[in-house]
């Protein structure tokens, strides 16, 4: 079979497990078993991050329990600075809206600073409530929460190319592939430069082995404009924060 052989070359050229363990489960074209009831879908209702943990770590009732209140605390602490700041976001909300109308690249670059700083300065508000969230599960269920993470970060890059449900299913299988190396790398050496190796790997595993000719193309295209409404956060949690 070509395919296998050019994987295989492929692979051994670039000298790393990773790919060959990815691309081997992206094309087994199987979930393990029990995983089907797992919310994989590109495009989901909003739920909590409290609903999340439980269906995608299986938490039993003392974790949910534990859960709950950690993330009560955390959500407290994040509605007190979107208090304080709403003024600050909303600001930084339209400045960035009219960039992008006006394409305007430079403003739309530092408006895209000004966010991903207020969003950093809110995160950092929580302290290490997230970190303590994640102290109640076990590792498996962390490797499991952090695949479902990258995951749905994941998906949102390729929703232009219209998934099918078991490209979706591949797709989520090398996302917990790649989640379990990048836990794996070493924190104290430079951990940026690896993390970026192994989602880059992850971007070309998908690319080849998953998508089609057709919609690799319709990823090329320029998008249309939508103007995005107001955010919609849960009470358990913001679901697309994931700590």
Excluded: H
Excluded at 23 to 51: M, N, Y
Excluded at 137 to 156: D, F, I, M, N
Excluded at 175 to 196: F, N, R, S, T, Y
């Amino acid at each position: 079979m070509l395919w296998l052989r050019y994987l295989i070359r492929g692979y051994t050229m670039r000298s790393t497990k990773w790919l060959a363990f990815v691309a081997l489960t992206v094309l087994a074209g199987g979930a393990a078993e029990g995983r089907e009831k797992r919310g994989r879908r590109g495009k989901q209702p909003e739920e909590s991050i409290i609903d999340q943990l439980v269906r995608e770590c299986t938490l039993g009732e003392d974790q949910q329990a534990a859960v709950r209140v950690k993330i009560k605390a955390r959500d407290e602490i994040l509605a007190k600075w979107d208090t304080a700041n709403a003024e600050r976001m909303q600001a930084a909300e339209t400045a960035a809206q009219e960039a992008k109308d006006a394409n305007d690249a430079d403003k739309r670059k530092e408006a895209s600073r000004t966010l991903r700083e207020l969003r950093t300065e809110r995160e950092e508000s929580a302290g290490d409530a997230g970190a303590e969230v994640l102290k109640v599960l076990t590792p498996e269920q962390k490797a499991a929460w952090q695949g479902y993470l990258l995951y749905r970060s994941t998906v949102k890059r390729y929703r232009r190319a219209e998934l099918d449900e078991e490209q979706q299913k591949k797709i989520r299988d090398a996302c917990d592939v790649a989640a379990k190396e990048l836990g794996e790398v070493d924190q104290d050496a430079k951990p940026g430069k690896a993390q970026k190796a192994i989602n880059e790997k992850l971007r070309w595993a998908i690319d080849i082995f998953v998508l089609t000719g057709e919609q690799r193309e319709a990823l090329t295209k320029k998008p249309t404009r939508k103007k995005k409404g107001k955010r919609n956060q849960d009470a358990g949690g913001d679901p697309a924060e994931g700590f």
